[in-house]
């Protein structure tokens, strides 16, 4: 089974380091690189594509949606996990493209996990 690649952009490098320490006991996945940001690095190979990019987002603020967007636009088979250092919780988003030209399909889109 192919190990699932994680990217890991921080903003605390203390919390990016402890998470990195956690994901990396766990056989499945593969810590790829932490870089200080909202953005993969211009350096990295036109084709590399991370399945999860872990978003510290403690100091974005209300550019967190566009950070978020920016990511799921450049890198759209990866999930985009959020978390913030002062909570405990995380916010998951993918993209999901789909065509819809009938009202089930629009209907099935809203169900859809």
Do not use: W
């Not at 890991?8 to 593969?30: F, N, V």
């Not at 399945?51 to 974005?60: F, K, M, R, W």
Request: glycine letters at 6%; one cysteine or more; charged letters at 30%.
């Amino acid at each position: 089974m192919a190990r699932r690649q994680v990217l890991i952009l921080y903003q605390a490098s203390l919390l990016a380091q402890g998470i990195e320490s956690l994901l990396r006991k766990e056989k499945s996945l593969e810590v790829v690189g932490l870089q200080l940001g909202k953005r993969v690095a211009e350096t990295q190979d036109a084709n590399f594509e991370p399945d999860a990019i872990i978003l510290d987002t403690s100091d974005l603020g209300g550019r967190a949606g566009v950070s978020i967007l920016n990511l799921l636009h450049e890198h759209p088979k990866a999930k985009v996990i959020c978390m913030n250092a002062e909570d405990d919780r995380l916010e998951v988003y993918r993209k999901d493209e789909r065509i819809a030209t009938r009202r089930e399909e629009l209907v099935d889109a809203i169900r859809s996990n």
